[in-house]
Protein backbone atom coordinates (compact mmCIF):
# COMPACT_ATOMS: atom_id res chain seq x y z
CA UNK A 1 0.00 0.00 0.00
CA UNK A 2 1.40 3.77 -0.44
CA UNK A 3 1.02 6.46 1.38
CA UNK A 4 1.89 10.30 0.38
CA UNK A 5 5.31 9.95 1.62
CA UNK A 6 5.65 6.65 -0.34
CA UNK A 7 3.43 7.02 -3.33
CA UNK A 8 3.49 3.83 -5.43
CA UNK A 9 4.08 5.79 -8.89
CA UNK A 10 6.47 8.78 -9.18
CA UNK A 11 6.24 11.83 -11.39
CA UNK A 12 8.91 12.67 -13.86
CA UNK A 13 10.35 14.96 -11.64
CA UNK A 14 10.17 12.94 -8.84
CA UNK A 15 12.29 9.94 -10.89
CA UNK A 16 14.55 13.06 -12.37
CA UNK A 17 15.14 14.08 -9.09
CA UNK A 18 16.20 10.79 -7.95
CA UNK A 19 18.39 10.18 -10.18
CA UNK A 20 20.20 13.47 -10.42
CA UNK A 21 19.02 13.74 -14.20
CA UNK A 22 17.37 16.10 -15.87
CA UNK A 23 13.42 15.41 -16.65
CA UNK A 24 13.74 15.88 -20.48
CA UNK A 25 16.33 12.90 -19.80
CA UNK A 26 13.33 11.00 -18.74
CA UNK A 27 11.20 11.56 -20.84
CA UNK A 28 13.08 10.60 -23.70
CA UNK A 29 13.78 6.63 -21.86
CA UNK A 30 9.90 6.79 -21.82
CA UNK A 31 9.44 7.84 -25.37
CA UNK A 32 11.89 5.63 -26.42
CA UNK A 33 10.46 2.62 -24.69
CA UNK A 34 12.96 2.12 -21.90
CA UNK A 35 11.26 3.28 -18.96
CA UNK A 36 7.52 2.48 -19.11
CA UNK A 37 5.12 5.03 -17.52
CA UNK A 38 1.20 5.45 -16.86
CA UNK A 39 -1.18 8.08 -17.91
CA UNK A 40 -3.54 8.92 -15.25
CA UNK A 41 -5.32 11.58 -17.61
CA UNK A 42 -2.92 14.15 -18.71
CA UNK A 43 -0.28 13.46 -15.58
CA UNK A 44 2.73 11.07 -16.58
CA UNK A 45 3.63 8.37 -13.94
CA UNK A 46 6.29 5.77 -13.33
CA UNK A 47 5.57 3.38 -10.78
CA UNK A 48 8.20 2.64 -7.77
CA UNK A 49 8.66 -0.81 -9.54
CA UNK A 50 9.48 0.09 -13.28
CA UNK A 51 12.44 2.78 -11.57
CA UNK A 52 13.40 -0.19 -9.70
CA UNK A 53 13.55 -2.51 -12.41
CA UNK A 54 15.21 -0.14 -14.64
CA UNK A 55 18.06 0.67 -12.19
CA UNK A 56 18.07 -3.46 -11.83
CA UNK A 57 18.97 -3.58 -16.00
CA UNK A 58 21.39 -0.82 -16.18
CA UNK A 59 23.11 -2.53 -13.20
CA UNK A 60 23.00 -5.85 -14.66
CA UNK A 61 24.19 -4.72 -18.24
CA UNK A 62 27.32 -3.14 -16.64
CA UNK A 63 25.68 0.23 -17.78
CA UNK A 64 26.27 3.90 -15.59
CA UNK A 65 23.24 4.53 -13.90
CA UNK A 66 21.27 7.53 -15.07
CA UNK A 67 23.23 10.71 -12.97
CA UNK A 68 26.36 8.66 -12.26
CA UNK A 69 29.24 10.81 -13.10
CA UNK A 70 32.82 9.07 -14.21
CA UNK A 71 35.73 10.04 -12.57
CA UNK A 72 38.05 8.38 -15.31
CA UNK A 73 40.60 9.96 -17.59
CA UNK A 74 40.56 8.75 -21.38
CA UNK A 75 43.52 6.32 -21.66
CA UNK A 76 45.94 7.55 -24.84
CA UNK A 77 47.66 5.13 -25.80
CA UNK A 78 50.71 5.66 -28.29
CA UNK A 79 50.31 3.87 -31.97
CA UNK A 80 53.34 1.70 -32.75
CA UNK A 81 55.45 0.07 -30.46
Same mark, same amino acid.
Given at each position: ?? #?? *? #?P? @????????? &??? =?? /??? =?? %?????????????G??? %???? /? /??? &? @?????????A??P !?????? *??? &? !? &?? !??
Open positions: MS #NE *K #NA @YLTVSQVAE &RWS =VS /ENF =VR %RLIWDGELTATCFRAV %RVSR /E /EVS &R @YAAAAIRTHQP !GALRHT *KPV &R !G &RS !GS
